[in-house]
């Protein structure tokens, strides 16, 4: 089992930035792939960032392209989103997830999920 924490969320101004963590226990955290989503409210759980267990690979939303950049550091077990030029769209609950299979876009596919961390972009 894997036990995911997120922190870092916030409030933040239009076009400032925010650097999201998630700590992973467990000492198989490197040969998990992570992932970043979230939910504004009402809206449905929404694929964001994702990473491979090494960290050769990522992939992105088209909306946050060139602005968000996901991470990991296995030594430590945690994963980071870096967030940069936020925008108001960008305000939601992001929660991340770990997957032993592979770095998926569909939130159904991974196995162990944080507890969210907010993250409100004000205009």
């Known amino acids: 089992q894997v036990q995911l924490v997120e922190s870092g969320g916030g409030l933040v101004q239009v076009g400032g930035s925010l650097t999201l963590s998630c700590a992973a226990s467990g000492r198989t955290f490197s040969t998990y792939a992570m992932g970043w989503f979230r939910q504004a409210p009402g809206k449905d759980r929404e694929f964001v960032a994702s990473?491979?267990?090494?960290?050769?690979?990522?992939y992105y939303v088209a909306s946050v392209k060139g602005r968000f950049t996901i991470s990991r550091d296995n030594a430590k077990n945690t994963g980071y989103l870096q967030m940069d030029s936020l925008k108001p769209e960008d305000t939601a609950v992001y929660y991340c997830a770990a997957s032993p299979a592979g770095a998926f876009t569909t939130s159904r596919l991974y196995n162990y999920w944080g507890q969210g961390t907010q993250v409100t972009v004000s205009s």
């Open positions: 990473i491979t267990a090494s960290g050769g690979a990522t």
